[in-house]
């Protein structure tokens, strides 16, 4: 759910939500508490296990009357039984422990592509910004969301780039999300097409080898996929998506659609589970999910978030 629609400060060459590009969407203030645990309760409803709240804006810095209202939020969601996560730009070490006091399950903060192409892509926030957010957010006990944007016209070793820095952080990423790039009008990547299937559908592949523990989510753009190449991805690999009315401000595959496919191609929604967030090698977080199901933490699963 988009709890701050549009007016964001930052420049990113793919967002609708920029200030600086006129796309035609309106900025709005933030979502009432009700309103948002009133959608929460929606998600729960159809079956999602992790409810998602995104802000645009490129900070935390001096909104503490929204942090308060965000950790209403969490709290709220929590109180339902279901897990959290909030995306909101970048904050500090002290911002990141209220949330985690709050209840805050997972904090999304995407790289989007390597370090070499980033600058093409962004400028009002470096790489080394990126990764400092995630090291507060990891520092907090939170776990990490970070993943990536294909088809901003990056190189297949952008997208190996991009994988390598998350494999290389001090605990693999709890979740990795693959978007695909919706092209918007009035964005200077607004004339793109949409990235081929085999590119995608190999870095769905290489996350999963790369990161074996990590939920690999498909994201922004699985609604342009078919059926057959939503089910190729979670063979491949990808174990959650998200769903919902909306992806932000793009379109989104609706909960009854995804329901019919799941059920269709027998794959079932996972019960809702946190993972300890204290910084272990890869191999201890692959011998953890092997001890506790009995099964490689490979196996294709489908998770309605």
């Known amino acids: 759910m988009n709890i701050k629609t549009g007016g964001c400060s930052e420049d990113c060459s793919y967002c609708s939500q920029s200030s600086r590009h006129s796309t035609g969407l309106k900025a709005t203030k933030m979502s009432p508490v009700d309103d948002v645990l009133k959608a929460a309760k929606i998600a729960k409803a159809n079956g999602s296990t992790r409810f998602c709240m995104g802000a645009a804006w490129r900070d935390m810095r001096g909104r503490k009357t929204s942090l308060k209202n965000v950790k209403q939020m969490v709290s ?7 897990e959290v996560c909030v995306t909101l730009g970048m904050i500090d070490d002290n911002q990141a422990k209220e949330l985690k006091d709050a209840g805050l399950t997972a904090y999304n903060h995407n790289l989007d592509t390597s370090r070499e192409f980033y600058p093409t892509i962004i400028t009002t926030r470096s790489y080394d910004e990126r990764l400092k ?10 776990n990490v969301c970070s993943g990536g944007i294909l088809g901003l016209g990056e190189a297949d070793s952008d997208r190996i780039g991009l994988i390598h820095t998350v494999s290389s952080l001090p605990s ?11 092209p918007i ?4 990547l607004g004339d793109r097409k949409m990235i081929s299937f085999d590119k995608l559908l190999r870095t769905v592949a290489t996350a ?9 989510r498909l994201a922004a ?11 190729a991805c979670f063979q491949a690999g990808a174990n959650a998506v998200f769903t919902g009315e909306k992806m932000l401000t793009t379109d989104c595959n609706g909960w009854d659609e995804d329901r019919a496919m799941f059920d269709r191609w027998g794959y079932y929604p996972m019960r809702s589970f946190e993972r300890e967030t204290n910084a272990v090698s890869p191999q201890q977080q692959v011998d953890s999910v092997v001890q506790e199901s009995g099964k490689t933490p490979a196996a294709p699963a489908a998770e309605a978030l």
């Open 133 to 142: 957010t995630l090291s507060h957010v990891r520092d907090a006990g939170i």
């Open 185 to 188: 009008p009035g964005t200077p």
């Open 172 to 182: 693999h990423p709890e979740s990795f999300p693959v978007n695909a790039l919706v």
């Open 76 to 82: 709220g969601v929590r109180e339902m039984g279901m």
């Open 208 to 216: 999963r080898i790369i990161l074996p523990a990590t939920i690999v």
């Open 221 to 231: 753009g699985r609604i342009s996929l078919s059926e057959e190449m939503q089910v």
